[in-house]
């Protein structure tokens, strides 16, 4: 029962080799590898073109939708607003009501960022 165990006295780690001129040093850096203390940078991240060519490829599929929508939707419907009557297309009449519901959304997201940021402001002035 003579088994060695590493203790205080004997170390758990290998030894290193040695050269002629001590230690062997480890092999040199890369280009591609990262440097200690430096963010590694991902070659496959997002970019600004890759985020433009996103936008435009799902606003080209939004456009066909729409192309789609209104090419299905072209019966003529009588709108009633205050009094007055007017013909127009289904799409027309519904893409119309869908743009003003937007603008309605955009003045009341703007109104309250304004006020936040006023208020946001008076907070940094105390």
């Not at 001129?21 to 430096?38: H, K, L, N, V, W």
């Not at 991902?42 to 936008?55: F, K, Q, V």
């Not at 007017?86 to 009449?93: H, M, R």
């Not at 009341?108 to 402001?121: F, K, N, P, S």
């Amino acid at each position: 029962m003579s088994e060695t165990t590493p203790g205080p006295e004997t170390p758990a780690v290998p030894e290193q080799p040695t050269g002629p001129t001590g230690p062997a040093e480890a092999p040199a850096a890369s280009a591609g590898s990262p440097q200690p203390g430096r963010a590694v940078e991902d070659p496959l991240r997002g970019s600004r073109t890759s985020g433009i060519w996103l936008a435009v490829a799902v606003l080209a599929l939004l456009l066909v939708l729409l192309a789609v929508f209104v090419l299905q939707n072209t019966q003529e419907v009588t709108i009633s607003f205050f009094g007055g009557e007017v013909q127009a297309p289904l799409a027309a009449a519904l893409l119309i009501a869908t743009a003003a519901g937007a603008l309605i959304v955009v003045s009341a997201g703007t109104l309250r960022i304004l006020q936040l940021r006023r208020r946001v402001r008076r907070e940094r002035k105390r």
